[in-house]
């Protein structure tokens, strides 16, 4: 089972360039989420859908757009990159049934912005 | 909003011996849910266990267990018999009740495991 699949795993890019982190899962979970793992910060929100065509803005949402066009796919864009956005981003889905249900996460993008 | 705090950047332990994980949050929710995820050097987030706020009996995983105290926000990790394996960086996480799904995280304790 594939379960939530981030690419790519590393990424650098420079200031001011574009990019879109992909995110595909295969669990027909209509709950997805993007958040940035910072040093000495845990994982924050960016942004978070729950189900196609449905999107709304986290903890920290400045920077990043993204869109939910699928069930599978939530991709993570960042229109002009800044070196404050150096950071790992993981991808997160879940089902809407049960409160209780965990969310699962990919295994991260790292990216560096120079 | 809630928040979550744990208070142990870091922590150590020998290999066989028990360690607690502290971690405490601030909600005005009757109805939510607490989880641990353990995140090793490969950065995977791994689910390690969960509690249910509505539930009094504390949750158990094998080695690992909690002492939830709703009254005192408190919720606990305890790692007994440690070993080598449970190195990593744990995370204390917090959800609101019914359609919230949104995950509030804590910082984070780096458990070492000594052997």
């Known amino acids: 089972n594939a379960g939530v699949t981030q690419t790519p795993e590393f990424q650098v890019l420079k200031t001011g360039q574009s990019m879109t982190l992909q995110c595909a899962q295969d669990?027909?979970?209509?709950?997805m989420s993007w958040y940035r793992q910072d040093p000495g910060m845990g994982l924050r929100l960016i942004h978070y859908?729950?189900?196609?065509?449905?999107?709304d803005q986290g903890e920290v949402p400045n920077g990043y757009n993204v869109s939910r066009s699928t069930t599978e796919d939530f991709p993570l864009r960042l229109l002009s990159a800044a070196p404050s956005q150096t950071s790992v981003y993981f991808c997160?889905?879940?089902?809407?049934?049960?409160?209780?249900?965990?969310?699962?996460f990919g295994d991260g993008t790292r990216l560096s912005i120079l | 909003a809630q928040t979550v705090t744990q208070s142990q950047p870091e922590m150590s332990v020998q290999e066989a011996e028990t360690v607690t994980l502290s971690c405490t949050y601030d909600t005005s929710e009757s109805d939510y849910y607490l989880f641990w995820y353990k995140q090793p050097p490969s950065r995977q987030m791994i689910l390690v266990i969960r509690q249910e706020a509505y539930k009094q009996q504390n949750a158990t995983e094998n080695r690992f267990s909690v002492n939830f105290q709703k009254a005192a926000k408190s919720f606990s990790l305890k790692i007994s018999d440690s070993q080598l394996g449970d190195a990593a960086m744990y995370f204390c996480?917090?959800?609101?009740?019914?359609?919230?799904?949104?995950?509030?995280f804590g910082k984070g304790t780096l458990l070492t495991v000594n052997p």
């Open positions: 997160a889905s879940r089902t809407q049934g049960g409160s209780n249900q965990p969310q699962h």
């Open positions: 859908s729950v189900g196609a065509g449905i999107t």
């Open positions: 996480a917090y959800k609101g009740g019914g359609s919230n799904y949104k995950l509030t």
């Open positions: 669990m027909n979970h209509e709950y």
